[in-house]
């Protein structure tokens, strides 16, 4: 059978969690309003809103299974998710433990309810979960009587849960090669880290030691994503670059301009750069690669399955889309990148600065936290000049100062947040906010992140995006 995967926020399954399992031991119910994003492995659901059911008014005994929820109840709800174009799925639990399924009296109900449910809801899916504390057991029915099971829920938040219907069977890792990192997070951990799929756009200096550290964890899937070739201002802080992959004996200057622009045409690009380096540490991993901007259908497509995003590009149009994604598609991601300010008269050094800026879909946005300038935004999305220039700090027009150092403070926090997200490490007040470093004045700084209700991304208002899936537009698709 087809499998189905569900994202959900830590906030609501917090929400959800408390109310299924009070300490009654008893039985309790609810609906889930979800977004739906068709991946080419399946059906993911984006958990949108929570609806509890009330006991005795809306959760009452039931006349074939034990408990119900009742005709009315069922109805608005899946009225509601019909005219927003939302998945629902209703909700009740078992008892304790770290595995559950449906009994046969939830299926019977399956096979007696569901049909009605799909012409109600008029092309959308339906289903039903089913928690135990520690796992889940999903059954969702899509239009034309296909069924899925679900493989798997994300809980995505401070640290990242995953929820099964029960225990995986860890596979043994390469003990020898990644002893030293088992020692920290297990087997365990290794294994997440090797199924793993993330997602870096832009591969300058920043990108490219991302590259290189994601794969020596042992990532197993990346998204690589820049629309740019090495040129040989770029070597000192690319990671294993060379003259050659610049075809820096063709661009030197003085060679005649033709034969600049062929060595420019030749040069390597840096998807292909950083693939090499990733294959070099570890050669199983599945490196897919996208010479283009972030803002194109085809990206977006490949960002849907992924489990993290490192946003390393410049751009305010990508910054948006970014922000975009990590709450329409419950994705968390990181936007970083350095800066050095350069007095423009003495050429002095004034400011280095360096930031990991966490977004997840529990935390503050971009928009609510002013990281997205609405003037560049519009200059970027009017000029075609000024979106080639601002794109990616490496772009053939940039000349801000950069030095692989300085880029080696924003790759490595946000390599560790990845991490201990990832593996379950991190404390759950840690993984908030922005890490700005100074290494000029040997200073850090925290910054929590603010949240507005109104937000168009991350709030649960009416017209936000948040847990919307695809049946929603995203702004910037070229």
């Not at 008892?95 to 799909?118: I, M, Q, T, W, Y």
């Not at 000024?386 to 030095?403: G, L, Q």
């Amino acid at each position: 059978m087809t499998q189905c995967e569900i994202r959900v926020s830590s906030e609501m399954y917090a929400k959800l969690h408390a109310h299924l399992f009070p300490g009654d031991g008893d039985e309790h119910g609810a609906v889930m309003h979800a977004g739906l994003i068709h991946t080419p492995g399946g059906p993911v659901l984006t958990v949108r809103k929570v609806v509890l059911a009330v006991e005795g008014r809306d959760w009452v005994p039931g006349t074939r299974g034990y408990r119900k929820l009742i005709a009315p109840f069922i109805s608005k709800q899946a009225r509601r998710c019909r005219d927003e174009k939302l998945v629902y799925i209703a909700v009740h639990n078992h008892g304790p433990g770290n595995r559950v399924a449906f009994s046969d009296v939830d299926l019977e109900s399956h096979e007696r309810g569901f049909p009605a449910l799909l012409d109600l809801v008029e092309g959308m899916p339906v289903g039903s979960l089913v928690f135990a504390e520690e796992a889940v057991a999903g059954d969702i029915w899509l239009p034309g009587g296909k069924r899925l099971d679900v493989s798997r829920m994300i809980v995505v938040g401070p640290r990242r849960t995953e929820l099964l219907p029960a225990p995986r069977v860890i596979d043994a890792v390469r003990r020898e090669r990644y002893d030293r990192q088992v020692r920290i997070f297990g087997e365990r951990g290794q294994e997440i880290l090797s199924q793993s799929r993330v997602a870096i756009i832009g591969l300058g200096g920043v990108g490219s030691l991302l590259a290189e550290l994601l794969g020596r964890l042992g990532v197993g899937s990346f998204v690589l994503v820049d629309p740019d070739r090495v040129q040989i201002s770029n070597v000192p802080r690319l990671v294993d670059a060379t003259g050659w992959d610049a075809k820096s004996w063709l661009t030197a200057e003085g060679r005649p301009e033709w034969l600049r622009r062929l060595g420019s045409r030749l040069a390597t690009r840096k998807v292909d750069l950083s693939r090499r380096v990733i294959k070099r540490a570890n050669r199983s991993a599945h490196v897919e690669r996208h010479f283009t901007s972030m803002e194109t259908q085809a990206v977006v497509d490949a960002l849907k399955t992924c489990d993290y995003i490192f946003l390393a590009a410049d751009g305010h149009r990508a910054r948006l889309l970014f922000n975009s994604l990590v709450h329409q598609y419950l994705v968390p991601g990181v936007q970083l990148g350095s800066r050095i300010q350069v007095e423009e008269i003495t050429g002095d050094v004034v400011n280095v600065h360096t930031a990991a800026r966490l977004v997840t879909p529990a935390g503050g946005c971009l928009l609510c936290n002013q990281a997205i300038d609405p003037r560049k935004l519009r200059e970027e999305s009017t000029s075609a000049e000024m979106r080639e220039r601002e794109r990616y700090v490496d772009s053939a027009d940039a000349s801000a100062p950069s030095v692989i150092t300085l880029n080696s403070l924003s790759a490595s926090q946000a390599a560790n947040d990845f991490l201990f997200y990832m593996t379950g490490l991190t404390a759950a007040e840690a993984f908030q906010g922005t890490v700005q470093a100074r290494p000029l004045e040997r200073r850090l700084r925290f910054v929590t992140p603010r949240r507005d209700d109104d937000c168009i991304d991350c709030s649960s208002g009416r017209e936000s995006r948040f847990g919307r899936g695809q049946n929603w537009p995203l702004p910037i698709i070229d």
